[in-house]
């Protein structure tokens, strides 16, 4: 049994704290197929919200399970399934890795004949199996829809809550949809709640509550609605609501709710004739105008949906810790094999990614194709005049200073490249899915194992990426140091960029403004660097810190100590370098930073 009682919550909005639901109650037994109905913004996916656990603001009330009181023992992830109105799916997979996946990433120790059994068996029982090899992307509405209720199915939850999965769908969609929840309802004892604006199938409901405002209004057999609020047809019902005040509504039926579930049976409302109605100034409902029943006498009453329903049902044993979750290493390679299988058939992503990694190096060792230049050392000999030694040594700065801004240039030059191929690898990464993630992660998806897979797929980018950059521009340009300490510069830069990027995507709104913001953060790295031109010295000391691009550029002209080109850096850079280890470690520090960042934005919940 699910139980509303008194469910309150409230939200603070404009210094006002305001009521999204109010002294909500309802009940739902097992093999229930619940709809819940009102205008919109009545509160209906709110509802939803607070069932689920996942609703933002102060709640008051309860909600029990089979009489656990969930706000004290939350659910367990397999033991709720909930589908939202708009496909959540990778569209890159197709049905049956959708469905696969998701088994995967919810239940433990599913061996591969076993996985595929069952997948099968979820695909047939939502008719989805000749459709299980087409990728999501090519799926209509319906079929989405349909998609989404098998990737739930997979827990096996005994509570499945629809959020308007029928809105936007052509009447035969709608039909096989509605036709399949209620189908679902009647296996395995499980409880099935929907939100729907759609009225055209209230016959397949056991019950419909009716909100209004955030106040419930009615919650009854759907035969019983048009009787309780004096229509002729169910379509209006909204049009009544509006007749009179929410809590007026509410009050009404907190006062009537009792004596009108004991006291009706579908045979009484069938005598009933229209004409005999209270008018809408009456108060409703009329339940003096009910026929009582005799004492004793059996009756199909609202109260009695539980004992008709459940006899029929062929309950499962009960699981109060419901079904194993997968460990965290079984859910990072999970979640890794189908990152890599997502970009596999992503071949935009692919072409971009290797004109990334093959144009970014040409553009910087375009600037020295043939090698960096010689530098000519002055002969400093005693029979030349005044004027010739002057000239000489003109002439070596000005050689000098063309070389040091050369190789400085091509070092920042390579940082500010990778910091943008950093930025575009992880700028979108959990925004752009972000639905997909809260909903796996309401099913028992951890949140570090998530972490972690991004971490190894973004990790191969960043390797590709760092280490061609630094040997080709090496073996192009001849670009002196220790090639090793320099690759890894390069690919802290890399990793750092994507890090604090990827923190920035777990905690932007939507993927267009994380990407945006990302964009900008690398448009600062040069300005705030000061490798072109100096900052004042209280500029540096609050920016540097966080500018990856200076510490990766300090570090590795800091690899140039040994060679000529260091001391000629030296003359036309205006700002000073750190120690090589110091930026290694700040550079570190950076990664570590950004991941941890992106992790508590993923423990943040966004649930729309």
Not at 289 to 299: C, F, N, S, V, Y
Not at 305 to 325: C, K, N, S, Y
Not at 557 to 577: D, F, G, N, P
């Amino acid at each position: 049994m699910l139980e509303l009682r008194d469910v309150t919550l409230f939200i603070e909005q404009g210094g006002d704290v305001k009521p999204l639901l109010s002294d909500v109650s309802a009940k739902y037994p097992r093999g229930h197929f619940g709809a819940i109905i009102g205008p919109s913004g009545c509160g209906k996916s709110t509802l939803l919200k607070v069932i689920t656990g996942v609703a933002h603001g102060e709640e008051e009330g309860e909600v029990h399970w089979d009489g656990r009181n969930l706000m004290l023992h939350d659910f367990a992830p397999s033991e709720i399934g909930f589908v939202p109105q708009f496909s959540i799916a990778h569209e890159e997979l197709t049905v049956r890795e959708c469905v696969a996946y998701a088994m995967r990433l919810r239940v433990r120790g599913m061996h591969a004949e076993a996985l595929r059994e069952a997948v099968e068996r979820i695909l047939d029982e939502v008719n989805m199996t000749e459709f299980a090899d087409r990728l999501v992307q090519v799926l209509s509405g319906g079929q989405k829809r349909r998609l989404a209720l098998a990737m739930e199915l997979t827990s096996k939850p005994p509570i499945l809550l629809c959020d308007e999965v029928t809105s936007g769908l052509d009447p035969q969609s709608e039909d096989e949809i509605v036709s399949l929840l209620h189908g679902l309802s009647r296996s395995d004892g499980r409880v099935v709640l929907s939100v729907t604006h759609s009225l055209r199938h209230l016959s397949y409901y056991d019950s419909v509550l009716v909100l209004y405002k955030g106040v419930v209004a009615y919650q009854g057999p759907p035969e019983f609605l048009c009787h309780y609020f004096r229509c002729d047809d169910p379509h209006d019902v909204f049009a009544r609501l509006e007749l009179r005040e929410a809590k007026d509504w509410g009050q009404s039926w907190k006062k009537h709710r009792q004596a009108f579930m004991e006291s009706v049976t579908k045979e009484d409302f069938d005598k009933d004739d229209a004409g005999d109605k209270p008018d809408i100034d009456d108060e409703l409902p009329a339940v003096a105008d009910i026929e009582i029943l005799p004492a004793g006498k059996e009756t199909e009453t609202l109260i009695d949906i539980e004992a008709e329903v459940q006899p029929q049902l062929d309950l499962p044993e009960e699981e109060p810790d419901g079904v194993p979750t997968p460990g965290i290493l079984s859910q990072v390679l999970t979640l890794t094999e189908r990152r890599f299988r997502m970009f596999s058939r992503n071949k935009v992503q692919i072409l971009l990614q290797l004109g990334l990694i093959l144009g970014f190096p040409i553009l910087v060792a375009i600037f020295a194709w043939n090698g960096l230049p010689a530098i000519t050392n002055q002969s400093m000999g005693l029979e030349q005049n005044i004027v010739e030694q002057l000239l000489e040594a003109k002439e070596f700065i000005v050689q000098a200073s063309k070389v040091g801004s050369l190789v400085s240039g091509i070092v920042m030059f390579e940082v500010i490249l990778l910091t943008l191929m950093g930025a575009n690898n992880s700028g979108r990464e959990i925004a752009a899915e972000r639905l997909i993630f809260e909903k796996e992660k309401l099913s028992g998806l951890n949140p570090l194992a998530y972490i972690l897979s991004k971490g190894i797929f973004l990790g191969v980018l960043v390797v590709a990426q760092s280490v061609w950059m630094g040997l080709f521009v090496s073996f192009v340009c001849s670009f002196p140091g220790d090639l090793l300490t320099q690759l890894l510069f390069l690919l802290l830069v890399n990793a750092a960029m994507t890090s604090v990027c990827l923190a920035i995507s777990a905690w932007m709104g939507s993927a267009e403004q994380a990407s945006l913001v990302s964009i900008y953060l690398v448009g600062f790295q040069l300005p705030l660097s000061g490798a072109v031109l100096a900052l004042p010295a209280w500029v540096a000391s609050l920016a540097q810190p966080f500018i990856a691009a200076y510490w990766s550029w300090s570090g590795i002209l800091e690899t140039l100590k040994a060679e000529r080109y260091y001391e000629i850096v030296q003359m036309v850079i205006q700002t000073s370098t750190a120690p090589a280890s110091l930026c290694l470690w700040v550079l570190f520090s950076h990664v570590v930073i950004g991941i941890f960042v992106a992790w508590l934005g993923c423990h943040r919940s966004r649930m729309a």
